[in-house]
């Protein structure tokens, strides 16, 4: 399992998916975001889902959003 808040992991990309205002679909980077294989919501763990969703709420709770402006 990652880290909680390293870059790829469940809760980063959830939080990034909010930021730039993208559905939410569970899925994470072992090695880092786009290197190597992505993980899908079918191959993840409960908790990995879990974290992705905290990421991405967490997101939301702070309004953060990209100006594509």
Same mark, same amino acid.
């Given at each position: 399992?990652? *880290? *909680?808040?390293a /870059?790829?992991?469940?809760w980063d990309?959830?939080?990034?998916d909010?930021? &730039?205002?993208?559905p ?5 980077y072992? !090695? +880092?975001t &786009? ?7 079918s191959?993840?763990? *409960?908790q990995e889902?879990?974290?992705y /969703?905290?990421? &991405?709420?967490?997101n #939301? #709770? #702070?309004?953060? !959003? *990209?100006?594509? +402006?």
């Open positions: 399992m990652a *880290k *909680k808040h /870059h790829g992991s469940p990309r959830g939080s990034a909010s930021w &730039y205002a993208r939410r679909e569970p899925h994470w072992p !090695k +880092g &786009y290197n190597g294989r992505c993980i899908p919501e191959e993840m763990s *409960k889902i879990a974290d /969703h905290a990421g &991405y709420d967490a #939301e #709770e #702070e309004g953060g !959003k *990209k100006d594509w +402006g």
